[in-house]
């Protein structure tokens, strides 16, 4: 069965309702009108197939909501941006991030932070300031296409959720033989050893004895201002508490638990003050550990070189100290590595908000910065869990990825505790990644870098079989935004040109971005042998309907299209209608008028060229 005719087969049918051109705020570059323009149009049902094409013509999607930039009037130049994973280089700071993973695996080294990258795909498996990233500029343009709350996704829903207590057992039946699970052979190549997930809520001790701790001292500070024993006229800094390092316990003891530098930063502040310029660091550093009281956790403060070190109570005492969480944690990360896995669920599957959404808020709240209020359990199904693609078991076809076709969620679990979730399409020449969330605590190992390599690497296996599929599809590339542009550092990666549709390597148009006079004609840089077939000329002829609408009727008149029943719609979806060419439908005279005919015959000619060779896959809703 050829493509044009699985886009119509069974009780699913690919209706689309086209909404055209819109205009949103832009995440990019920060404008404070509506400077984002893109065209859209909205599907329940979608084929693999037909998405597939789309896509290649520059189109993504958020949920059930397709969309492309219009770059003639667009600010910020979204620019799709794939890899051929045959031809992949790996970098060394790529190599990095597989070094540091394995040795996490290992438990050689701690990875918990506080702390907040500055750049790199962790961002998204996508210092100073930076635009919000509006991730595929997806919930504020759907929110502003319709106004149908179907697409609020930013809903202000604001039940609280509990944490879930699901065990990694539960979900057992996935790990091995969850439908010949796309990440599968990572999770038994990155198997290393096995140990006791640590105690959730030991992460959460560790950030209440830091912040108690601060508070100490910045009460010890204030106290030694009052008594005169710092000096009341200088500003005070912030007091910054961290754990002692490996190295820092090597040399001055095991039980330190904390320190702070605190001491060195009120020196230098005093020195501008003219009668404590004999004031060290050492000195303050015995000061405030004269006020310093520390009524919780059996601590206690000692001064080293002008160093607060905070100790467990009783130097020799190891039971004492044995309960705390940072020596309980580093004994554990010694004795033996951690547990890791994939596990692969289809997007539609029931279960996926309860698993994901603690994970997927605290992401965007941390890292994006966005409001709690804002960010509920159904804005999360709708971006995230509906999809329109319909799912191709494997089945149906034997020379595809062993997972078959679909939109699914790549859940990577260490022990018992889910760390991250990528948020992925298969389709028949690629993987299109749609969307990376990560624990923020865990930013050390550059999660998003080493998600895209794990699928880079699944791509590769699985091409030995599926010989099409090859390609990576990072989503959107714009060059001047450091938050996006790292998706180049997966070389050799290949554009997509937005006047020809054709794709051109990144490193032969680069003097063009980086001048930054868009739009870009990328024409003369096309790479040989790397491009689609034009199927039957009908990227030609979709630009004849673009310049010449009234020379392009025989394409138009073969678009098909769905004349929804009596009661049939819902909101945007088309129940049930019956299907009739537009050449049929002006042959029988059904349009009211030739005003209708033409406005209508317009929007067709306009929507055939935006989706390029996919039109004839698809049912024009009206």
């Not at 750049?119 to 996508?126: A, F, K, L, V």
């Not at 100490?216 to 961290?242: C, F, N, Q, S, W």
Request: glycine fraction near 8%; proline fraction near 5%.
């Amino acid at each position: 069965m050829n493509d044009s005719r699985l886009a119509m087969a069974g009780s699913l049918p690919t209706v689309v309702a086209v909404m055209g051109e819109s205009t949103t705020h832009c995440g990019y570059c920060g404008s404070t009108e509506e400077t984002s323009v893109s065209y859209g149009m909205h599907a329940e049902y979608l084929t693999v197939y037909a998405y597939q094409k789309l896509i290649d013509r520059g189109w993504r999607r958020s949920g059930r909501w397709l969309y492309r930039p219009l770059h003639c009037k667009t600010c910020c130049q979204l620019l799709t941006i794939r890899l051929d994973t045959h031809k992949f280089k790996i970098s060394k700071s790529q190599k990095r991030v597989k070094r540091r993973w394995k040795s996490f695996l290992e438990g050689k080294i701690d990875v918990f932070t506080n702390s907040k990258p500055t750049q790199g795909p962790e961002e998204n498996h996508i210092g100073g300031s930076s635009p919000k990233r509006p991730r595929e500029n997806d919930l504020e343009m759907v929110a502003n296409i319709s106004r149908e709350e179907e697409f609020d996704v930013r809903g202000l829903g604001q039940s609280k959720r509990q944490r879930s207590n699901l065990n990694l057992k539960s979900l057992d039946v996935f790990s091995d033989e969850c439908l010949g699970s796309p990440s599968a052979p990572f999770s038994e190549k990155l198997r290393v050893g096995s140990c006791e997930a640590l105690d959730t809520k030991q992460k959460g001790a560790r950030g209440d004895f830091i912040g108690m701790i601060t508070r100490a001292l910045e009460v010890a500070i204030r106290k030694a201002v009052d008594t005169g024993e710092i000096p009341p006229g200088i500003r005070l800094p912030p007091v910054i508490v961290k754990e002692a390092s490996d190295k820092v316990r090597r040399l001055h003891g095991k039980d330190i638990l904390y320190t702070s530098g605190i001491s060195f930063s009120l020196a230098a502040k005093a020195k501008s003050v003219p009668e404590t310029t004999g004031l060290t660091a050492e000195d303050i550093s015995k000061i405030l550990a004269k006020h310093v009281q520390l009524d919780f956790g059996e601590l206690s403060v000692h001064c080293a070189g002008g160093h607060l070190n905070i100790l467990g109570k009783g130097d020799c005492d190891e039971q004492k100290v044995e309960s705390h969480p940072r020596i309980s944690r580093q004994k554990a990360k010694r004795s033996c590595g951690h547990n890791f896995r994939i596990v692969t669920l289809a997007s539609s599957d029931p279960s996926i908000p309860e698993i994901e959404f603690d994970l997927f808020k605290k992401y965007q709240t941390k890292h994006h910065d966005d409001d709690p209020m804002s960010v509920t359990v159904e804005s999360f199904r709708r971006f995230l869990c509906d999809s329109p693609l319909i799912h191709v078991p494997p089945s149906e076809c034997p020379q595809g990825p062993s997972c078959g076709y679909g939109s699914f969620h790549q859940q990577y679990w260490v022990d018992n505790e889910l760390i991250a979730v990528g948020v992925v399409d298969i389709l028949p020449k690629c993987l299109s990644s749609k969307y990376f969330f990560w624990d923020p605590s865990m930013a050390k190992l550059s999660l998003g870098t080493l998600a895209s390599l794990l699928e880079i690497d699944w791509i590769s296996e699985q091409s030995k079989h599926a010989k099409d599929f090859h390609y990576y599809y990072l989503g959107y590339y714009l060059h001047d935004c450091h938050r996006m542009n790292y998706k180049a550092s997966f070389a050799p990666s290949e554009l997509l040109c937005p006047t020809t549709y054709k794709w051109v390597p990144i490193t032969k148009v680069v003097h063009l971005l980086d001048a930054n006079q868009p739009p870009w004609d990328f024409s003369e840089f096309e790479s040989e042998g790397n491009n689609l077939p034009d199927e039957e000329g009908t990227g030609e002829k979709c630009l004849e309907v673009a310049n010449n609408h009234k020379g392009s009727d025989d394409l138009v008149d073969h678009v098909k299209l769905m004349i929804p029943y009596p009661g049939t719609i819902d909101r945007l979806y088309i129940k049930g209608g019956r299907v009739l060419d537009f050449g049929r439908l002006r042959t029988l005279g059904l349009i009211r008028s030739p005003e209708a005919e033409e406005n209508l015959r317009s929007r067709i000619s306009e929507w055939i060229y935006f989706v390029g060779p996919a039109w004839n896959m698809m049912l024009f809703g009206v």
